[in-house]
């Protein structure tokens, strides 16, 4: 499918905020996920947004969706050591279809 | 609580032997669900989509009969690696739409498959 554009390393200190960034190349996606992976472990769904919508919160995690640059970010408050993980944005052209997933964005938070 | 269930979590095998592995819906039916395959620090690649009912959907470059793919059940899926060798170890995740939450994807806990 289409690319899936994300950073692949992030450092941040514990209790700052961290952004996740990732870019999509299409425009038909409908769905636009994060998942977190840790060590070993299978995807662990954080949030999901759809297209119709700009913004969406659900306590630490911050979900933003500029449609026009095609450009979504997972901003997470008060970052701490359990959120060290490889963090996935992935894309779905419709409910039910299989997902067209970044390579991952590595997390480190360091106390 | 999980509602995707897959199992083995881990499987050593040695070369030349067959390995099966189990993806479950817990608490809804799936119709569809998929198989992908993640290597070491990498993303995950699509490999098939399984579907009740019906043969599989494979994605351009896997061997349907390396990875054989049987939806025997609503609620059941199951990926066999046949003959397997070495450059078949990777980590197996398979997924599900679950249909009240809009198709959103739940994915089971992975199997890492090693082959000796």
């Known amino acids: 499918g289409e690319d899936v554009e994300q950073s692949l390393f992030l450092s941040v200190r514990e209790g700052d905020s961290s952004v996740i960034n990732c870019t999509y190349t299409?425009?038909?996606?409908?769905?636009l996920y994060w998942y977190k992976q840790e060590p070993g472990a299978g995807l662990q769904l954080l949030t999901y947004?759809?297209?119709?919508?700009d913004m969406k919160q659900d306590q630490r995690l911050t979900v933003l969706l500029n449609k026009k640059d095609k450009h979504l970010s997972l901003r997470i408050a008060d970052t701490q050591t359990g959120d060290s993980a490889i963090y996935f944005c992935?894309?779905?052209?419709?409910?039910?279809?299989?997902?067209?997933f970044g390579k991952g964005t590595s997390l480190l938070v360091t106390p | 609580g999980a509602v995707v269930s897959q199992h083995p979590s881990w499987v050593i095998c040695k070369s030349g032997t067959s390995v099966k592995i189990e993806c479950r819906s817990l608490?809804?039916?799936?119709?569809?669900m998929f198989w992908y395959r993640q290597f070491p620090k990498q993303s995950l690649m699509l490999m098939a989509t399984?579907?009740?009912?019906?043969?599989?959907?494979?994605e351009q470059g896997v061997e349907k009969d390396k990875f054989l793919i049987n939806h025997a059940s609503l609620t059941l899926s199951t990926l066999t690696v046949t003959s397997a060798h070495p450059e078949d170890s990777s980590f197996y995740i398979c997924?599900?739409?679950?249909?009240?939450?809009?198709?959103?994807?739940?994915f089971g806990a992975g199997t890492r498959l090693s082959v000796l």
């Open positions: 947004i759809f297209s119709n919508m």
């Open positions: 299409d425009s038909s996606s409908t769905y």
């Open positions: 997924s599900a739409p679950r249909d009240r939450d809009r198709g959103i994807q739940y």
């Open positions: 399984s579907n009740e009912g019906s043969k599989a959907t494979y």
């Open positions: 608490d809804f039916q799936a119709t569809t």
């Open positions: 992935a894309e779905s052209i419709t409910s039910g279809y299989a997902l067209n």
